[in-house]
């Protein structure tokens, strides 16, 4: 397979290499990406950020599953899924209490992991979320785009039915507030 990488920091390092293709852990999917997003982290994991190296870029990216791995049964070969790129462990107490996005041993695919800038990405099946016949475009930056509103709107306590208004949101809970 194909994918972006860079073995030393800087945007002009990053590369096209051919890898080997990837096989799925127990808990894990590989995802044919169709559409990767370009998110300001991305320029930072190149750029500046301390990662594994060779490392591969890509905090956003939307797919069909193509491998599945042992003890995965709510996604299947060929959903189409968006990938929500926190990394959590489910049981520390951020993560029990609904909160994933602050898990004490998280962090954001891309800058922990290899990214979404390669034709085959492997992901926890926890993070693969079905979108049935969504857009590509809306899919792959869907879980980076609505991550502060979703949780903004979950600490607010907000039921089915209800209504919020927020004023002068900008950024990702401005844009996504009609969603």
């Not at 004023?167 to 507030?177: E, F, I, Q, V």
Request: glycine letters at 12%; a negative charge.
């Amino acid at each position: 397979m194909k994918a972006a990488l860079f073995k030393r920091s800087g945007v002009d390092n990053l590369k096209l290499a051919e890898l080997p293709d990837p096989e799925p852990g127990p808990g894990e999917v590989v995802v044919r990406v169709k559409l990767a997003g370009v998110n300001p982290i991305d320029y930072a994991v190149v750029e500046r950020i301390p990662v594994r190296l060779p490392h591969i870029p890509g905090a956003e990216g939307a797919g069909v599953v193509e491998k599945v791995g042992q003890g995965v049964d709510d996604i299947e070969i060929g959903d189409r899924v968006t990938v929500y790129n926190r990394i959590f462990d489910g049981t520390c107490d951020m993560c029990i209490s609904g909160k994933e996005n602050m898990c004490r041993k998280g962090g954001i695919m891309s800058v922990l992991t290899d990214g979404s800038y390669q034709e085959l990405w492997k992901v926890p099946a926890k993070n693969a979320v079905k979108i049935g016949d969504m857009a590509w475009e809306l899919a792959a930056s869907l879980p980076t785009a609505v991550i502060s509103p979703y949780h903004a709107l979950r600490e607010a306590g907000l039921s089915l039915g209800e209504t919020l208004i927020v004023l002068g949101a900008t950024g990702n809970t401005g844009s996504t507030t009609p969603l």
